[in-house]
């Protein structure tokens, strides 16, 4: 969603995910509508494990040997795991927490020398995490490690953030309510609880693309230069509207 619509603002953007060939469809997919549009924005891919150092690595080598500055990092791959407190197994800490939350601080900290070359006083470089509503409300189902790491990466936003005004570069964080992806297929396949779910959004709905893309849009356009550190819940009031 988020790599479709900055290339339909003209953008170049890189995605990466593992599966090689689902990346690249995603990517065909993008470029054809990109065409149909008549937009000059690109999509290119690059797979990688962004859950193991050589992989971030790979990503970050790929980074700076091809392009020469990033006007935008969007962090955005994550993962998930469920399980019964005391069944709570540690493969599901070191997975999400290495996906979620160190995988972002080290792309960051990786291409920090591209995002230099982008920033402007007047027009910043910005890096946008995605994190999560789970972060904002306390989950009602048993994602512990996600909650966890999604908090971590809320914090991690902040810190960076002051850390990196002075080089005008904005660190901001999206927290999404559900959004009917691959990650919540388990809900969308059981109408109960399904209905239990977008029953607790205020708004009564999933997020959809367009919330999605004109989010982002604004954190990466000249209308969002002046805000940084900020953790945007775009969850249709769950979090706002609580208690
Ligand atoms: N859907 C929601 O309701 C919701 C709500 C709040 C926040 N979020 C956040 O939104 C972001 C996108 O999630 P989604 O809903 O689109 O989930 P998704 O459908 O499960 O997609 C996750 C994406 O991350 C990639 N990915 C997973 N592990 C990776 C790894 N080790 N290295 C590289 N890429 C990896 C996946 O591709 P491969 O499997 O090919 O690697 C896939 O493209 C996540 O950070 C998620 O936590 C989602």
Not at 13 to 40: F, L, M, Y
Not at 184 to 189: D, P, S
Not at 205 to 210: N, S, V
Request: charged share 15%; with cysteine; net charge negative.
């Amino acid at each position: 969603m988020i790599a479709r619509g900055l290339v339909q603002g003209g953008a170049h953007v890189v995605i990466t995910s593992r599966k090689e060939e689902q990346c690249r469809a995603t990517a065909e997919a993008i470029n054809a509508g990109a065409d149909a549009a008549g937009t000059t924005g690109r999509c290119t891919p690059v797979a990688s494990d962004l859950s193991s150092a050589e992989g971030v690595t790979g990503l970050v080598d790929w980074l700076g040997e091809h392009l020469t500055s990033i006007d935008i990092l969007v962090n955005n791959a994550g993962a998930t795991w469920g399980a019964p407190l005391e069944e709570f197994p540690l493969i599901g800490w070191t997975k999400v927490l290495n996906t979620n939350l160190v995988a972002p601080f080290y792309l960051i900290t990786g291409t920090l020398p591209l995002l230099r070359n982008a920033a402007r006083p007047d027009r910043p470089a910005h890096v946008i995490n995605i994190g999560s509503v789970d972060a904002l409300t306390t989950p009602s189902w048993e994602n512990y490690s996600y909650s966890a790491s999604k908090a971590g990466l809320h914090m991690v936003t902040r810190h960076l953030a002051k850390q990196l005004a002075s080089d005008s570069i904005t660190v901001n964080a999206i927290a999404p309510g559900p959004v009917l992806t691959d990650m919540l297929g388990h809900v969308a396949a059981d109408p109960e609880v399904e209905a239990e779910l977008v029953g607790r959004v205020p708004l009564g709905r999933y997020g959809q693309t367009d919330d999605l893309i004109g989010t982002v849009r604004f954190l990466a356009s000249r209308a969002g230069s002046y805000l940084t550190g900020t953790i945007i819940p775009l969850d249709g009031g769950i979090s706002g509207c609580a208690g």
